[in-house]
């Protein structure tokens, strides 16, 4: 099998990472966040690790300053691409918020990236704006595709394994 590299994105809360455990029932899969290497810049500033609106606000602040900074969060996705691409593993998920950032990374990784956004409708409208340019501006961007995670999580599985396999068929010509 090839390996596929997807950029994930979907405002906080719709399963995102949930989408990336089920797909790990079927193949290798690498999980990786722009924002992890922001997450140790914020604990060492205070940061509890709770997901509140003004903790959201703060890590997408810091990850606009890092960014400008010395493009942390860049760097990171792409010596995470490289270990993937040195890997057995199969599938890449890269979580992006940023617009900007994820036609960047798409642009670097390739030729064959793919992005994803998970949608769950009913919390989403819900719940409303998070209060912050990356959670609230998910939709700035045309995805390749759209997951949309509705219905029981013991459907969820085979679900996810479907969508992906629709995705990884070879297409003909």
Not at 75 to 94: G, I, K, N, T
Not at 97 to 126: K, M, N, S, W, Y
Request: proline residues 5%; glycine residues 8%.
């Amino acid at each position: 099998m090839d390996k596929h590299v997807f950029i994930i994105n979907g405002s906080g809360g719709v399963g995102k990472d949930t989408v990336c455990d089920m797909a790990a029932r079927f193949w290798r899969v690498q999980n990786i966040s722009s924002i992890t290497p922001i997450l140790d810049v914020a604990r060492a500033a205070g940061w509890d690790g709770v997901k509140t609106p003004a903790s959201r606000r703060f890590l997408s602040q810091l990850k606009e300053i890092c960014t400008e900074f010395n493009d942390l969060p860049f760097r990171y996705c792409m010596e995470q691409l490289e270990l993937f691409r040195q890997s057995d593993r199969q599938l890449l998920f890269v979580h992006i918020r940023e617009p900007e950032q994820i036609a960047r990374f798409r642009d670097a990784a390739g030729e064959g990236c793919q992005t994803i956004l998970v949608r769950r409708p009913a919390l989403e409208q819900a719940r409303g704006p998070l209060g912050n340019r990356s959670d609230d501006g998910v939709n700035g961007y045309d995805y390749d595709h759209v997951f949309v995670n509705d219905g029981p999580l013991d459907t969820l599985p085979d679900k996810v394994r479907r969508f992906f396999e629709s995705l990884l068929r070879p297409s003909v010509s």
